[in-house]
């Protein structure tokens, strides 16, 4: 079965740290999706990167930056120069092929508190 | 850009209630789905729907539950005679394509269903 785990369930860190996000995932597939989500108070999903299993590289989008291991099976996601609106709840979450309906298993979330 | 576009946005209801959650997903997908997240937990898989029925169901989608795309635009969550432990934040999700294909995995602000 697919399983997605986010360890640290709070993370507080004051405005200008880097911050990194832990996500490990189980998964029998040789093919799958791997995700970040983020939810602000407001309770909305906020769709923030997709990566399929076939492409390790590394990506960099402004402050944020993901890097996917297949060895250890985790995506981490890392916060440079947090900022307080990156205060948010953070999912990790899985897509693979043993599922007819394609959908997504979700980690627990990390809460992270960014303080000015 | 698309929505998916959820009403209402918090219904309250009296335990024992049926309550209707309504969801229009993007116009040219084809792949629905319901998530819920009790406050402050996860986000869990309820359900996903393709050609008019259901291809997967998670063990919480119980006989209380059901799906229905009446008319080809609205996409339903019915819980027949609601829990106070149905009280969570639904969400709705589409995309436009099967199989792997996980572009465009789209999910709307949610609603909020409290169930006193």
């Known amino acids: 079965a697919q399983k997605v785990t986010q360890a640290q369930t709070e993370i507080s860190v004051v405005e200008k740290e880097d911050v990194t996000l832990d996500c490990v995932y189980e998964?029998?597939?040789?093919?799958?999706?791997l995700f970040w989500y983020k939810q602000p108070p407001s309770g909305e999903l906020v769709f923030l990167i997709r990566?399929?299993?076939?492409?390790?590289q590394n990506e960099i989008s402004g402050r944020y930056s993901w890097n996917f291991q297949k060895s250890t099976s985790s995506f981490n996601f890392t916060i440079t120069a947090s900022q307080v609106v990156d205060s948010a709840v953070y999912f990790c979450?899985?897509?693979?092929?043993?599922?007819?309906?394609?959908?997504?298993?979700f980690g627990g979330g990390t809460r992270l508190m960014v303080k000015p | 850009e698309p929505e998916v576009t959820q009403t209402p946005s918090h219904q309250v209801t009296q335990m024992g209630q049926e309550v209707i959650l309504r969801c229009v997903p993007i116009?040219?997908?084809?792949?629905f789905y319901w998530y819920r997240q009790i406050l402050g937990q996860k986000v869990e898989f309820l359900v996903s729907?393709?050609?008019?029925?259901?291809?997967?169901k998670s063990e919480i989608f119980d006989d209380q539950f059901s799906v229905e795309r009446p008319d080809g635009s609205n996409f339903t969550l019915k819980i027949r005679s609601t829990k106070l432990e149905d009280s969570a934040m639904y969400f709705c999700?589409?995309?436009?394509?099967?199989?792997?294909?996980?572009?465009?995995?789209?999910f709307g602000s949610g609603t909020r269903l409290t169930v006193v």
């Open positions: 999700a589409s995309k436009p394509y099967g199989g792997m294909v996980n572009y465009g995995y789209t």
């Open positions: 998964t029998r597939d040789t093919t799958y999706y």
């Open positions: 990566r399929n299993s076939f492409d390790e």
């Open positions: 116009s040219n997908h084809l792949y």
């Open positions: 979450a899985l897509s693979d092929q043993r599922n007819a309906g394609n959908m997504l298993t």
């Open positions: 729907f393709y050609n008019n029925e259901i291809s997967e």
